[in-house]
């Protein structure tokens, strides 16, 4: 099936490149192109595009604005393309909750187009098959459960999370649901390292508990959440008392970071320890969510319904790695009580 794609972008030299990028791939057909947000909504119309890429700073309206009224009256796939810088991260980031699949870097110091293109075809034909729902983004599901104030999670407790396309937005609603004595949490979202900072920021505001980017040696401690940096290195957990470590190596399955290594070094953890696999295309995670269940750990999936993309949920379920899927709505409250302290 041939994938159409409209380009937003007030640059005609970026329109240029992503089109070149866009139409090596034969799967993929460019059907037009746009300025600004009031020639992209006319274009819609008459084109009916499989998916947009968008760009975020363009003339008359922003693309942040444009974005929050194409999911709330008009929800189709996008995919954001924004600057590798601190404010276009945020930006970026902000698009992501707002229901945008997925985004890539545009051109900069160093960066080639054919580099920071290099994905972007295969990004755009993974937000074709997304489950793009209307009134998705931060803000439009379902309120975070209330969380009693006599809550205690289990002292030696760890909670791991792993997710992909999609991730941004069931993070956030996840992790936004803690209470600041929440289990000790670590987590890898398949993001640019550019970005993980940012979105370390983001989740601490959101959140009670006490959200930061893992670096090498940090003792995991009750009342944290710790996201594994972009790019470079593997998060894992090792040690009696465990702590992060950075672990620079080769991408496996595929990432660096990968879900797979965060998950295997859990499931030799001695101790309590709960896993959750959610939204992403691929199966990232899968194995190694299969590893800390055969350690003993409870395991949570995403289901179909409420997935961006069921792919890693769904290779982790069809190798017996889950216990049982759950609605995003719902898995807040179920990872709260598999990690509760049982005598609180």
Same mark, same amino acid.
């Given at each position: 099936?041939?994938?159409?794609?409209?380009?937003?972008?007030?640059?005609?030299?970026?329109?240029?490149?992503?089109?070149?990028?866009?139409?090596?791939?034969?799967?993929?057909?460019?059907?037009?192109?746009?300025?600004?947000?009031?020639?992209?909504?006319?274009?819609?119309?008459?084109?009916?595009?499989?998916?947009?890429?968008?760009?975020? *700073?363009?003339?008359?309206?922003?693309?942040?604005?444009?974005?929050?009224?194409?999911?709330?009256?008009?929800?189709?796939?996008?995919?954001?393309?924004?600057?590798?810088?601190?404010?276009?991260? &945020?930006?970026?980031?902000?698009?992501? *909750?707002?229901?945008?699949?997925?985004?890539?870097?545009?051109?900069?110091?160093?960066?080639?187009?054919? *580099?920071?293109?290099?994905?972007?075809?295969?990004?755009?034909?993974?937000?074709?098959?997304?489950?793009?729902?209307?009134?998705?983004?931060?803000?439009?599901?379902?309120?975070?459960?209330?969380?009693?104030?006599?809550?205690?999670?289990?002292?030696?407790?760890?909670?791991?999370?792993?997710?992909?396309?999609?991730?941004? &937005?069931?993070?956030?609603?996840?992790?936004?649901? %803690?209470?600041?004595?929440?289990?000790?949490?670590?987590?890898?979202?398949?993001?640019?390292?550019? %970005?993980?900072?940012?979105?370390?920021?983001?989740?601490?505001?959101?959140?009670?508990?006490?959200?930061?980017?893992?670096?090498?040696?940090?003792?995991?401690?009750?009342?944290?959440?710790?996201?594994?940096?972009?790019? &470079?290195?593997?998060?894992?957990?090792?040690?009696?008392?465990?702590?992060?470590?950075?672990?620079?190596?080769?991408?496996?399955?595929?990432?660096?970071?990968?879900?797979?290594?965060? %998950?295997?070094?859990?499931?030799?953890?001695?101790?309590?320890?709960?896993?959750?696999?959610?939204?992403?295309?691929?199966?990232?995670?899968?194995?190694?969510?299969?590893?800390?269940?055969?350690?003993?750990?409870?395991?949570?999936?995403?289901?179909?319904?409420?997935?961006?993309?069921?792919?890693?949920?769904?290779?982790?379920?069809?190798?017996?790695?889950?216990?049982?899927?759950? !609605?995003?709505?719902?898995?807040?409250?179920?990872?709260?009580?598999?990690?509760?302290? !049982?005598?609180?």
């Amino acid at each position: 099936m041939t994938v159409s794609v409209l380009v937003v972008d007030d640059s005609p030299t970026m329109r240029g490149l992503i089109t070149a990028a866009l139409r090596r791939d034969p799967e993929i057909e460019v059907v037009g192109s746009a300025c600004d947000p009031l020639e992209a909504r006319e274009a819609i119309k008459r084109l009916n595009p499989d998916v947009i890429t968008l760009d975020v *700073e363009m003339p008359n309206m922003n693309g942040l604005e444009f974005l929050e009224k194409i999911m709330r009256l008009r929800p189709m796939p996008v995919v954001m393309v924004s600057t590798l810088t601190q404010a276009g991260a &945020e930006v970026t980031l902000a698009a992501l *909750e707002l229901g945008a699949v997925d985004a890539v870097g545009k051109p900069g110091a160093g960066v080639t187009a054919l *580099e920071a293109f290099a994905d972007l075809a295969t990004k755009v034909k993974i937000a074709a098959r997304s489950n793009v729902r209307a009134g998705s983004g931060a803000g439009a599901g379902t309120p975070a459960p209330k969380v009693s104030d006599t809550y205690r999670a289990a002292r030696d407790h760890v909670l791991a999370i792993g997710a992909s396309t999609g991730g941004v &937005e069931a993070l956030l609603n996840i992790i936004s649901a %803690f209470p600041a004595d929440c289990p000790a949490t670590v987590v890898t979202q398949h993001m640019p390292a550019t %970005f993980t900072p940012s979105f370390a920021a983001r989740l601490d505001r959101a959140s009670a508990a006490t959200v930061r980017e893992a670096t090498d040696g940090a003792p995991l401690e009750r009342g944290c959440v710790y996201i594994a940096p972009g790019g &470079e290195a593997h998060l894992e957990v090792s040690g009696i008392t465990p702590r992060c470590r950075l672990i620079r190596s080769d991408t496996v399955s595929g990432h660096r970071p990968s879900v797979d290594v965060l %998950f295997g070094s859990v499931s030799r953890l001695r101790r309590p320890m709960t896993g959750v696999i959610l939204t992403g295309m691929g199966r990232d995670g899968a194995q190694g969510l299969l590893e800390m269940r055969q350690a003993g750990a409870h395991t949570l999936g995403q289901d179909e319904a409420s997935c961006v993309v069921y792919g890693m949920p769904k290779a982790a379920f069809l190798l017996g790695a889950v216990e049982r899927q759950l !609605p995003l709505s719902r898995l807040p409250s179920a990872i709260l009580d598999l990690c509760a302290d !049982p005598v609180a």
